[in-house]
C-alpha cells in the first residue's frame, strides 16, 4: 500500500513542471472561440485580438473584475494585457469567463496598446453563452447567444474598430449595472 502510494506521488511531483506544456489556456482559449459560431469568422479577418482565458468578476452593489492576457498581431503573440473594470449598481455574485476583443486593423490594434484603453460603459459585447441566464458584458448594451461553447450563433460587428466576444465559464451573477473595462499593454520583452 505504501509502495502505490509513493508512486503516485512521485507520479504527481514530476509531472507539475510538465503541466504547462499539457495544458496551454491561452491556446485552449483561442480555439473555444474559433469553434464558437460567429466570433470565429473574425480570426480570418481581424489585424489582431487580444484573448483573456479567465477574468474573474464579483459584486454586492459595487463590483469588480480582473483578468489578465495576451495581445496577438497577425497571430503574433506581441504583448502582455491587463483588464480592469469597476461597476456600480444592483449587482450580486459571481462569475468567470473568457473574453477576446478583434482588431480591425492597424489602427485600432494601436489605440489598444498605446497605454491605458479603456471601454466606457457604453461599449457592447457579444456573450457566447453555454447556458440560458450565464453572461458577461461590458455595459451598456449586449446580445448573448445560447447554446454550447461550438455551436453559438452571435451576431458580433465592429464598432470603433474593435469587436468583443465572452464565454461564460460558471458562476451566477445578477448584474443591472453601469460599468466600464480598463485594459493596460506591457510589450513582449
Known amino acids: 500500500m505504501f509502495r502505490r502510494l509513493a508512486s503516485v506521488l512521485a507520479f504527481l511531483v514530476l509531472s507539475v513542471p510538465l503541466a504547462p506544456v499539457w495544458a ?25 485580438y487580444a484573448v483573456f482565458p479567465t477574468i474573474g468578476k464579483g459584486g454586492l452593489v459595487v463590483g469588480g473584475a480582473y483578468g489578465t492576457g495576451r495581445v496577438y498581431e497577425q497571430g503574433r503573440y506581441i504583448g502582455d494585457s491587463s483588464m480592469t473594470q469597476v461597476s456600480v449598481g444592483l449587482q450580486l455574485g459571481g462569475q468567470a469567463y473568457s473574453e477576446i476583443v478583434f482588431f480591425q486593423d492597424q489602427r485600432s490594434l494601436k489605440e489598444f496598446t498605446g497605454g491605458n484603453f ?38 458580433g460587428s465592429y464598432n470603433k474598430g474593435m469587436a468583443t466576444f465572452t464565454v461564460a465559464k460558471g458562476g451566477l451573477m445578477y448584474e443591472a449595472s453601469i460599468n466600464g473595462q480598463k485594459f493596460g499593454f506591457k510589450p513582449r520583452q
Not at 466606457?120 to 449586449?142: E, K, L, P, Q
Open 24 to 48: 496551454d489556456e491561452y491556446t485552449d482559449t483561442i480555439d473555444i472561440f474559433k469553434n464558437a459560431g460567429e466570433s470565429g469568422q473574425f480570426f480570418k479577418t481581424a489585424y489582431g
Open 118 to 155: 479603456e471601454f466606457g460603459a457604453d461599449a457592447s459585447v457579444v456573450a457566447i453563452t453555454a447556458g440560458a441566464g450565464a453572461r458577461a458584458n461590458t455595459g451598456g448594451s449586449s446580445a448573448g447567444a445560447s447554446g454550447g461553447k461550438h455551436d453559438a450563433t452571435t451576431a
